[in-house]
């Protein structure tokens, strides 16, 4: 059984199963267990099978809201840092194995390199990681493509740590790169973040 009640605070209250019912009216409660009346006043009664709810009060939590729908057809997947989209799970029309990103790193630690492309960030590498050689065919498109390098630098040490980025030629499972249209170094005097932004012309 549920009823709403309106609650009016009163002394010697009456509590049915722990709530306040002193605004119910004209209500008889039958299988009572036990009725105890405490030292103030108050009259508690229990009454197994009633579930007693105070009109106004928060009978619970609200209900979790339906998350988004799915959608059918499985968006891009989209890097995080320190993680680079495969070739090929990004249909731009741009050749697989054309366009690079080469980091070296002698020796150099407290550095963390972050890579944008056209405003998407394409990986961040920290310093001490094993040398990244990626094809950037998921993010470029043909024309001029915006890359900004960004470098959070906290106790820098060791030697500089260089990004390279152009296009280039996999053979046989090495990677040359022409010379590179974008050069980006951080060495162990650098302090804080450091922003330099390049434009990567990419041809057929």
């Known amino acids: 059984m549920l009823f709403w009640l309106a609650s009016m605070a009163m002394a010697g209250s009456v509590f049915v199963n722990g709530v306040n019912v002193d605004g119910l009216r ?9 009725v105890t009346i405490d030292n ?33 057809t499985a968006p891009p997947p989209v890097a995080t840092a320190g993680q680079i989209l495969p ?4 249909d731009n029309g741009l050749p697989i194995g054309q366009w690079w990103l080469i980091s070296e790193d002698n020796g150099s630690s407290g ?9 998407q960030l394409a990986t961040a590498i920290p310093s001490g990681q094993a040398q990244v050689i990626a094809d950037m065919q998921p993010y470029v498109k043909f024309g001029a493509n915006q890359v900004r390098i960004e470098s959070q630098s906290v106790a820098a040490a060791g030697g500089t740590f260089y990004i390279y ?5 996999n053979d046989s499972g090495t990677v040359v790169m022409d010379p ?17 932004e390049f434009t990567l012309n990419v041809s057929r």
């Open 26 to 34: 004209n209500q008889t409660f039958e299988g009572v267990k036990a």
């Open 40 to 72: 103030d006043g108050n009259v508690q009664i229990e009454a197994p099978g009633y579930d007693i709810q105070v009109a106004g009060e928060d009978a619970g939590p609200d209900p979790t809201p339906p998350g988004p729908t799915t959608p059918t």
């Open 87 to 90: 070739p090929g799970s990004v």
């Open 111 to 119: 550095h963390v390199v972050s890579i944008y492309i056209n405003g």
């Open 165 to 169: 980025m152009g296009s280039g030629s």
């Open 180 to 196: 590179p249209q974008v050069q980006f170094g951080v060495g162990p005097s650098r302090e804080g973040q450091y922003v330099r």
